[in-house]
């Protein structure tokens, strides 16, 4: 199996502009979940989808951001009207879920890099 | 409210020496799950070990070895005869049971682990 694919590894944008990243799970995992890591601070959880449906967002997902996974495969995650507070590591995590098993262990990505100037 | 910490910062060891990376969670759940992570400068969140709340056996994994101890909210981590290669920062994180399903991973600020030669 390849891991999680994320892209770009790095982004640096200017104030004000959208961003979209892109994530590729591991074949066949059912649940795909987004977090972000802002520097010295652990992983925060954003939002995750099971197939195409989007189960549970964070507080943290405010109504800049949108996050799509349109055919149960890869996601996307845009950030529109970027701000300085956005920049921060986006990790993309990956897992298979079985109903009535809970070893759903997720899988990370590198992560992409943003930077808001 | 569920949280983990992770009091120790940052650590420093001398190659070959032993090392423990502390944690404590917070949850008035009875059914929970519990993690640690690497995450080497290369920024990949690397899965080390998943517990569940109804096993309090400690497990060793070759050099690697946890105590969880429900009694004092712990869960820790050591490693033994540490290499350089072990140098990353640690985290410890959280998941709670909805309905037979692991949810969204709660982390620590993790530990940021320095080994020398």
């Known amino acids: 199996d390849t891991g999680v694919s994320q892209d770009p590894r790095h982004k640096i944008t200017k104030r004000g502009q959208n961003v979209t990243f892109r994530c590729d799970p591991i074949?066949?995992?059912?649940?795909l979940y987004w977090y972000r890591q802002t520097l010295g601070q652990g992983p925060e959880f954003l939002t995750y989808?099971?197939?195409?449906?989007?189960?549970?967002k964070s507080r943290l997902l405010s109504d800049r951001f949108s996050a799509e996974r349109p055919k149960g495969s890869f996601s996307t995650l845009e950030i529109q009207r970027t701000e300085q507070g956005d920049s921060a590591m986006y990790l993309c995590?990956?897992?298979?879920?079985?109903?009535?098993?809970?070893?759903?262990?997720?899988?990370f990505g590198a992560g992409t890099r943003l930077s808001v100037l | 409210a569920q949280k983990v910490t992770q009091a120790q910062t940052e650590t420093s060891v001398v190659e070959k020496e032993d090392v423990t990376l502390d944690c404590v969670y917070e949850?008035?759940?009875?059914?929970?799950?519990l993690f640690w992570y690497k995450q080497p400068p290369s920024g990949e969140l690397v899965f080390l070990i998943r517990?569940?709340?109804?096993?309090?056996q400690n497990e060793i994994s070759g050099r690697y070895s946890w105590n969880f101890q429900k009694s004092t909210s712990s869960f820790n981590f050591t490693i033994t005869a540490s290499q350089v290669v072990d140098s990353a920062v640690y985290f410890c994180?959280?998941?709670?049971?909805?309905?037979?399903?692991?949810?969204?991973?709660?982390f620590g600020k993790g530990t940021k682990l320095s080994v020398k030669p």
């Open positions: 995590a990956s897992s298979a879920f079985r109903t009535g098993e809970v070893k759903n262990i997720q899988y």
């Open positions: 074949s066949e995992h059912n649940r």
């Open positions: 989808f099971q197939n195409e449906a989007q189960l549970e």
């Open positions: 949850t008035r759940d009875t059914t929970y799950y």
């Open positions: 517990r569940n709340s109804f096993d309090e």
């Open positions: 994180a959280l998941s709670l049971n909805y309905g037979g399903s692991q949810g969204n991973l709660i």
